[in-house]
């Protein structure tokens, strides 16, 4: 029997995954951004969550993270 045959093969290259990791990155820093803002006191309202940070920057990052995450799926890695 030839061994060469029964060699497993990955449904994606390697470059696939280090592409899908990045982005993968890029999702979490995302969150990140968004995290914070809270105040101790339920009373007192805090203006900081409605900062450019969490509202325009975070989720455009996200965005772009599951933009990566997919092109690395899409990605053919026969070329």
């Known amino acids: 029997m ?4 029964n060699k497993p093969e990955f449904l994606f290259d390697k470059v696939n995954y280090k592409i ?13 951004l968004m995290s914070g803002g809270g105040s101790e006191d339920p009373n007192v309202f805090n203006e900081a969550i409605f900062s450019f940070r969490r509202i325009r920057l ?3 990052v996200v965005l772009i993270g599951f933009g990566i995450t ?3 799926i899409v990605k053919n890695p026969k070329k």
């Open 70 to 72: 997919i092109y690395s």
């Open 20 to 32: 899908l990791i990045v982005g993968l990155a890029v999702i979490a820093l995302g969150f990140i």
């Open 58 to 60: 975070a989720p455009a």
């Open 2 to 5: 030839n061994n060469e045959n």
